[in-house]
């Protein structure tokens, strides 16, 4: 099954199961994004990139979807793993900064 | 794998004192990065530095912060008279690239608490 958090803060999913985390972009002149993993007292860690010229970018069970006509990102982490339980954020290229979203809360049951 | 590294991971301080955060970037990185997180916000960005000099910063980074490249491996993050609302986690990062074109790595953080 799958799990799909739609802007929302938090994000339960149970074990196994794929999850989908989304974001909305404001900056239509965007033209990088990356997608970083935050652990409990640590530095957010980089997972996955993807360029304005692609639509779809797939890695080690993640992939990263970019719809630039409604300026909306999603990951989508297959088969999730308690190790995956983390706030995930997306972060947009913006005038040669990167802009950081509130982030989702994502916990996994056992 | 090569990692960002920050000292101390926690730093307490009195209002008014002056503060040095200190980071070793990936060394192949050429451009640097400070970012700030206050407790529950969002990531927020500070600085940038490629080439020995500032090439961004927010407005957040006003004249009471500094950077500096002292060697060829730290980065450090100076802040000259601390205020309560300085409190908050700073993570350093490095990049291959700019910002627009490879991710940046960041260190597990530094929290400054100011009392």
């Known amino acids: 099954g799958e799990s799909v958090g739609l802007h929302l803060p938090t994000l339960s999913v149970q074990e196994g199961d794929n999850s989908i985390i989304n974001c909305a972009y404001s900056?239509?002149?965007?033209?990088?994004f990356i997608w970083y993993k935050q652990e409990s007292g640590k530095g957010p860690q980089f997972i996955i990139d993807?360029?304005?010229?692609?639509d779809k970018r797939q890695g080690q069970r993640v992939t990263v979807l970019l719809n630039k006509t409604v300026k909306h990102l999603s990951l989508q982490i297959a088969a999730t793993q308690p190790g995956d339980s983390a706030v995930y954020f997306c972060a947009e290229n913006r005038s040669h900064k990167l802009s950081f979203g509130a982030g989702t809360t994502v916990t996994v049951r056992a | 794998e090569p990692e960002v590294t920050q000292t101390p991971s926690h730093q307490v301080t009195q209002m008014g004192q002056e503060v040095i955060l200190r980071c070793v970037p990936i060394s192949n990185h050429l451009y640097f990065y400070w970012y700030r997180q206050i407790l529950g916000q969002k990531v927020e960005f500070l600085v940038s530095?490629?080439?020995?000099?500032?090439?961004?910063k927010s407005e957040i980074f006003d004249d009471q912060f500094s950077v500096e490249r002292p060697d060829g491996s730290n980065f450090t993050l100076k802040i000259r008279s601390t205020k309560l609302e300085d409190s908050a986690m700073y993570f350093c990062?490095?990049?291959?690239?700019?910002?627009?074109?490879?991710?940046?790595?960041f260190g597990n953080g530094t929290r400054l608490t100011v009392t």
């Open positions: 530095f490629y080439n020995n000099e500032i090439s961004e």
């Open positions: 990062a490095s990049s291959e690239g700019s910002q627009g074109h490879s991710p940046l790595h």
């Open positions: 900056n239509s002149a965007s033209d990088y």
């Open positions: 993807i360029r304005s010229n692609m």
